[in-house]
C-alpha cells in the first residue's frame, strides 16, 4: 500500500511498482485533470505539485508519492470561481484546446507561489519546459504575468492547501 | 439579426472547465469492462510479412485477444479518400492492417487487448514477428527510378501527376525579358497535437449498436467509413466528440485505429480503448509538407510577373490517406497565391516512399508553396534591381479583377477563384504597424555581432469548404436555447463563437444560449465537420439559417394561439405578443426546434501580410526575431480575442516548421526523431516578440455572415518571411536559404559554404 495525500484528501492505493504517479492519479484516483502528452518529461502536461514542488508525474512512480503532499489542478481549484490565475488565463485567452493548460497552471502556481515577483523572462524560461500547441506562448506569459500581484503579501491566491 | 455579441471579444465558456481540470477528453472516459489496446507497429520500413505468432503473448495473464489480418474475413478494409479520391489512388489506399506486406515503420501488424495498457505493452515484446526486408524507398530519386516498389500491381511508386494551368505558359515565357528558376524544399513536419489520439468503443450486442467516443474533425464522414466496413447501418454507430486537444488538421481523419478499436469491442463485446503514446504518435499520425520544387518565374523588366512555371514534387509517404492529396494538389493551384500571374504551367507529381503517410496540416501546401514563391519574389527583386516591397505591390491582384480566377487543376477540373478583397489594404497597414520605412536601414547591417535582417510577404487563406453544413436551434423548457452543430469543436473555441452568432440571430442575451453541441452525429441529420477553415463560415451561416427558420416556426405556432397573422407576431427576449399586445411566455413554445443548413460550393479567401525582423549570429547559425507583424482580413470578426489567439498560434506552428520541426529519416526509412527530444517544438522562450492585427475590411460576398477562413493565416506565410529574413540578413555573403528548417546548423552551413564559394571566386 502506498499512501500520500492527494488535493488535501488522505489516500491509500495498491499500485504496482512501475506505475506512474500520472497514471496512479489519473487511472486509479480518477483525478483526470492531470494529463498525459508524452510520458518522457518534455511536454509538461501532467505537471503536479509534490509538497508545493512543481513535479512531472509520469517521470514519478507512484510509490515514490508515499507519504508525500499531491495538488493536481483540481486540487487549485474552487467549486464556483476562478482563482486569480485562472481568471487570468481566461482574460488573456491563454488557452484553445485545454491539453495543456492543467500542466501549465500548476508549473505557474509553483513559480508564483515561490516568485511573485518574476519578471517575464523568469517566466518564460520556468514555462519554456511545458508545450502548447495552441496558443503561442505570448497570451500564457501574459496571464501569469497579471496573475503575481494576487501572490504578493496576503493575497495568496492558488489555494494548495499550504500556508507559506 | 442583432450585431451585439458578433465582434465582441467575449471570453471562453470552455475554459471554465479547462481551467480546472474538468474536461473530458477520451482518454479520461473509463467505463465497466474496459480493456486497453495497444498497437504492434512494423519495425522494418519496407517488407513481407512471413510470419507473425502471438502465442506466447496470450499465455501472459491479463492479455485477452491478439487480432491480425488473419482474423478479419475477406482481408482488412480499405480505407478511402475523402478529398480528391481520385481512381488513381487507388491502389495506393492503406488497410487498417498490415496482411502481406509492411511499407513503413508504424505500421499496424496486431492489435492486443489486454486490462492495461501496461500488460499489452509487455504483451508487444512477446510476438515473434517474421518480416522479409525489401529495399527501402526513402526520397524521390528513390521513388522515381522504380528499383524497388512499394505496390508491385501499380508498376510504379508515382501515384498520380496533378496539373495546374492557366493561360499560355509556353508563349509568356517566349516573349519573357527576364526568367529565373529556382530549386527550392520544404522539410517533412506535420500537426503534432498536445493530446494524441485515442478511440474508445463500446459495442451493444442486444441493440445492435456501436459507440465510438474519441470522433473529431469529421465524424460523419468517418462514421460512413466505418458502417461500410464494419457491416453496419450508419445509424446503428454513434460517434461521439469529446473534448479534444488539438486538430491541426491531423487529428480526426480515418486512421487504421478507428477500424480496428470499434471491430475489437464488437469481436470481445468489452468496451475497449486506445490512446496513442507519443512515440506512436510521431510515426503514426499523418506526417505533411515534405515538397520539392524546381520552379521558373518570367518577368517583363519593370517587374511585372508574366508567368510561372515547373514541376513541384511532394512525398506522399507509404499509403495516400483520406487527405493526403491536399497538401500537393494545393502546392501547385495556389503557388501564384495572391499575386496575378496570368500564364501557369506548374506540374505537381506524388511519389510514393517507405515513411509514414501524410495528410494536411494546418495551411496545407500553402506554407509550403509560399516558401517556394516569396523565397523566388525576393531573388527575382533583388537581381532586377526593384525594391521588394514595390514588386510585390505591383504584382497583386487588385479589387477591381475580383472574382480572380486561380489555375485549374487537373485531374478534377476543379476551378476556384478569388472572392474578394483589396490586398493592398493589409499590405500596407502591414508595412506601417511593422515600421518598415524606419526599420529598412537595418537591412543587412552587422550591430553587435549579429546580422539584422528584414522581411515581407503575402499570402491568401483558402476557407469555406462545401458543400453544406447543418445546426439545429432548440427552446429547452425554461426558456433556454440549445445549439446543435455540424461542425466540429477541435479546440478553436466553436462553443463562444457560435453562442455570439445564436444570440444575435435570435437577437437573445448570450447567456439565454445555454449550450452548443458539436461534433457529435447524434445532434444534427448531416455534418461535415473542421477542415479548410469552415466552421464559420460554413457553420455560422447554416446557424443563421436555423435561427431564422426557428423564429419563423415561433411566429407561426404563436399566430396559432393568438389568432393573428404569423408575419404580426413579435418576438421579445422572454414572450412573443401579437399585435393587439396578447403576449405568450416563450416557455409556453418549449421543444420547439429549427434545423438549418447552408450549402456552397464557393471558397473563402483571407488575405494578409507579414513582416519580420531577425539577426542572425554567423558564428552560431542561430536566428533571433525582434520583431514579426501578421495582418490580416478576415471578412468579419467574430470575436477578436479567439481570432487573434488563432493567429498567434498558427504564426508560433509556422515558425516551428521555419526553424525547428523535422521528421528525419535514415536510408532504411527508420524515423530518427521518434521523440519530443528529437522532434523540436516551439516552447515559451523561442518566440516572444510576435503581433497580429486582424481586419474586417472587405465582408465575404458569398455567406450571409460576410465571414472567411480564419486560423491557417498565421501559418502560411512564416517559411517564406522568415527565409527571407535570413537571406536579407546575410546579402554580405551572398547566402540564400532554399530548404527549410533553417535550423542553427543550416544557417551555419549555408554561411560556410558562401564563405567559401565567395573564396574560391576570387
Redesign the interface.
Known sequence: MTRFEANGRAVEVAV?P??TLADCL??VL???????????G??G?CTVLVDGEAVRACLMLAVQAEGRRVT???GL?HDDT?TPL?QA???H?A????????GM?TTAHALLSEEPDCD?DR???V???????????????EAVLEARSAYRGDGRAGDDGERR | MRNTFIGAAIERREDLRFLRGRGQYVGDLAPNGLLHAVVLRSAAAHGRIRAIDAAAALKIPGVHAVITAKDMPGGPPIIPMRLQPLPAFKPFEQPVIAADKVRYVGEPLALVLADSAAIGEDALEAIAVDIEALPAVTDRAGAQNGGSLLFEAAGSNIALEFRATRGDAAAAFAGAAYRRRERLKVQRHFGLTLEPRGVLAEWDAAQGRLRVFGAAKVPFFNRRILAAQIGLPEDAIDMVENDVGGGFGARGEFYPEDFLIPFAARQVGRPVKWIEDRRENLMAMNHARDAEADIEIACAADGTILGLRGETFADMGAYMRTNGAVGARNVAQFMSGPYRIPAIDIAATLVMTNKTPVGTYRGPGRFETDFFRERLFDMVANELGIDRVEFRRRNLVAEREMPYALATITPYEHKDELDSGDYRITLARCLAEFGWTEKAKLQGVLIDGRYHGLALGCFIEGGGAGPKESARVALEPDGAIAVYLGSSAVGQGVETVFAQIAADALELPIERIRAVFHGSTGYVSDGYGAYHSRSVVMGGSALLDAAEKFRAALRAAAAQRLGCDARAVAIGEDNVAGPDGRALPLTDFAGLSAEGAFHNKKHTYTYGAHAAHVTVDPKTGHVAIVDYVAVEDVGRIINPMTLNGQVIGSLVQGLGGAFLEHLVYDENGQLLTGSLMDYRLPTASDFPNLRSIVLDMKPSPINPLGAKGAGEGGIIPAGGVIANAVANSLTAFGAEPRELPLSPPRVWALLEEARMGNANGE
Not at chain 1, 480518477?30 to 518522457?40: A, D, N, Q, V
Not at chain 1, 488557452?95 to 492543467?102: E, K, S
Not at chain 1, 519554456?128 to 506562448?137: A, L, M, V
Open positions: 504496482e512501475r506505475m489519473r487511472d480518477r483525478l483526470t485533470g492531470t494529463h498525459i502528452g508524452c510520458e518522457h518534455v511536454c502536461a493536481t489542478v483540481e481549484s476562478l485562472q488565463f481566461r482574460k485567452h488557452l484553445q484546446c485545454g491539453f495543456c493548460t492543467p497552471i517575464a517566466v518564460r524560461e514555462l519554456s519546459g511545458n508545450i502548447c500547441r495552441c496558443t503561442g506562448y505570448i497570451p500564457i506569459i
